[in-house]
């Protein structure tokens, strides 16, 4: 078992290639502040070790895509949502781009191999940006293709994770129908070609949150915090959902 060296470190993305390989993101406060990137083989033991443009810079998440690695993180601080395409053989970076307002930072990145679907969130944005949620979609070379959000006006609203179904584009997260209720379970669907929003669903499960969801053989799954309790919600198409409790 690998371990690391650093003494205070955060591990906050991890994801593997087609051959098998580990892709590990994490920041660092000694000896000095840094965010760095690494890949490791499936013995875990190390590749290559890379540190981002910035030690401000963060990754959340991330996917491999041939050779490139695409990630989804932000510039902590300075409230701007970062993505990098790097290369998977030594970490070199191959472009860098920055979304700002109406996000923080990026906190989801999926693909279905030919563009990037980016979900952000704006927690310390402004009372507006939190009446949405937000998602962006890039090609591969970096260039912005689409900005939805998601036009149901809540409050507090935020995406924690998305994933792809389909032709459609479904991010899960939180929001609140007003100011100072109760925030509940949201579901927002959009178009991949477009980012129009489908449809948006908002449970009736208060002080509750999505705080993942994934598509596996054919059928979503979203996982969320009801009080003491991690529930597994399967949907349905349009948006109906069977709940099993753990």
């Not at 689409?146 to 929001?175: C, D, M, P, R, V």
Request: with cysteine; proline share 2%; aromatic share 10%.
């Amino acid at each position: 078992v690998q371990t690391c060296a650093l003494p205070i470190y955060q591990t906050l993305a991890t994801t593997t290639d087609q051959n098998g390989d580990i892709y590990i993101a994490w920041s660092s406060l000694e000896p000095a502040k840094t965010s760095k990137i690494g890949k490791f083989d499936t013995n875990g033991e190390p590749l290559w070790e890379a540190s981002l443009e910035y030690p401000d810079h963060t990754i959340f998440d991330m996917v491999v895509i041939d050779d490139k690695i695409y990630t989804a993180g932000g510039a902590i601080g300075y409230k701007t949502g970062v993505i990098y395409s790097l290369s998977a053989d030594d970490g070199s970076i191959h472009w860098k781009s920055a979304q700002s307002n109406p996000i923080d930072y990026f906190i989801d990145i999926e693909t279905d191999g030919k563009a990037l679907y980016l979900s952000g969130t704006s927690h310390s944005i402004s009372r507006a940006a939190l009446n949405n949620t937000h998602s962006y979609k890039y090609d591969l070379d970096g260039k912005q293709i689409w900005y939805s959000k998601s036009n149901h006006y809540g409050s507090q609203s935020e995406e924690y994770g998305a994933t792809i179904f389909e032709n459609q584009l479904i991010s899960a997260g939180k929001t609140q129908r007003a100011r100072n209720s109760a925030s509940g379970n949201f579901l927002v669907s959009r178009d991949l070609e477009t980012g129009k929003v489908q449809w948006t669903k908002l449970s009736r499960d208060w002080v509750s949150k999505f705080v993942d969801i994934v598509t596996y053989k054919g059928t979503v799954y979203a996982a969320s915090i009801e009080g003491n309790s991690a529930v597994i919600h399967e949907l349905e198409k349009r948006s109906e959902e069977h709940t099993s409790e753990l």
